[in-house]
T-cell receptor, first 114, second 112 residues
Framework: DSGVTQTPKHLITATGQRVTLRCSPR?????VYWYQQSLDQGLQFLIQ???????AKGNILERFSAQQFPDLHSELNLSSLELGDSALYFC?????????????FGPGTRLTVT | GENVEQHPSTLSVQEGDSAVIKCTYS??????FPWYKQELGKGPQLIID?????GEKKDQRIAVTLNKTAKHFSLHITETQPEDSAVYFC???????????FGGGTRLMVKP
C-alpha cells in the first residue's frame, strides 16, 4: 500500500459526459501528479500540482482539467468524454515538487467510456 | 522532450534465470534513473533507482547499471521468481524536472 488513495476504482460512463476522479496523496506529500495509461499510448504524464499550484503540464487535453485543494487532495476533471479516453488514470504523490523525489502511485481509476 | 525506449518489450525466462531490461534515453541532462514494477491491477511501484554520480546500485536480487556516456541504464534481476512477473518501466528524468517520461514497458514472465 503506497498511501495514495484514488476514488472511484472503476467508472463507466457514456460519450459526451463529464467525470471527476479524486486523489488523496500520502500524508506529508505536497506534490500530486496525474498519469494516463492506455494500451496504445503507454504511461503518459498529464499534469502536476504542488501545494495547490500547477507546476508542470504534459500531454493533457484541453477537455481535461485538474486542481489541488487546500487539504492537498486533487481532482482530475474529464469532460466531453470520447471513446479514446478509456484508460487507467493514476495519481502519484511526492514530498517535493521536482528533483529526484520518489513518486508513490495510487491504485488507479479505470475509466470506461461507452 | 525526453525520448525513452525500452528493450525488450516482452521477456520470458525460466525460474532461477537472470533477466536484463535496457532503457535508452535522449536527454543528456537526465540525472535520475528509476525503475518501476507494475503488477496486474496495481499502480507502478519504485523498485530501484540510481543517480548520475553512481555507476551501479544493487538491492538483493535486483541491480541497476548506468552508462551516462551511451545514455542507457539497465535493470538486472537475478534468480528470478514467479512473483517477479510484472511489467517493468524505466522513467529517466532531470533532477530539476517534474515530468516522468516512461519507457514503453517490458512484460517479464517467469515460468516456474
Amino acid at each position: 500500500d503506497s498511501g495514495v488513495t484514488q476514488t472511484p476504482k472503476h467508472l463507466i460512463t457514456a460519450t459526451g459526459q463529464r467525470v471527476t476522479l479524486r486523489c488523496s496523496p500520502r500524508s506529508g506529500d505536497l506534490s500530486v501528479y496525474w498519469y494516463q495509461q492506455s494500451l496504445d499510448q503507454g504511461l503518459q504524464f498529464l499534469i502536476q500540482y504542488y501545494n495547490g499550484e500547477e507546476r508542470a503540464k504534459g500531454n493533457i487535453l484541453e477537455r481535461f482539467s485538474a486542481q489541488q485543494f487546500p487539504d492537498l487532495h486533487s481532482e482530475l476533471n474529464l469532460s466531453s468524454l470520447e471513446l479514446g479516453d478509456s484508460a487507467l488514470y493514476f495519481c502519484a504523490s511526492s514530498v517535493g515538487q521536482g528533483g529526484s523525489y520518489e513518486q508513490y502511485f495510487g491504485p488507479g481509476t479505470r475509466l470506461t467510456v461507452t | 522532450g525526453e525520448n525513452v525506449e525500452q528493450h525488450p518489450s516482452t521477456l520470458s525466462v525460466q525460474e532461477g534465470d537472470s533477466a536484463v531490461i535496457k532503457c535508452t534515453y535522449s536527454d543528456s541532462a537526465s540525472n535520475y534513473f528509476p525503475w518501476y514494477k507494475q503488477e496486474l491491477g496495481k499502480g507502478p511501484q519504485l523498485i530501484i533507482d540510481i543517480r548520475s554520480n553512481v555507476g551501479e546500485k544493487k538491492d538483493q536480487r535486483i541491480a541497476v547499471t548506468l552508462n551516462k556516456t551511451a545514455k542507457h541504464f539497465s535493470l538486472h534481476i537475478t534468480e528470478t521468481q514467479p512473483e517477479d512477473s510484472a511489467v517493468y518501466f524505466c522513467a529517466p528524468r532531470r533532477g530539476a524536472g517534474n515530468m516522468l517520461t516512461f519507457g514503453g514497458g517490458t512484460r517479464l514472465m517467469v515460468k516456474p
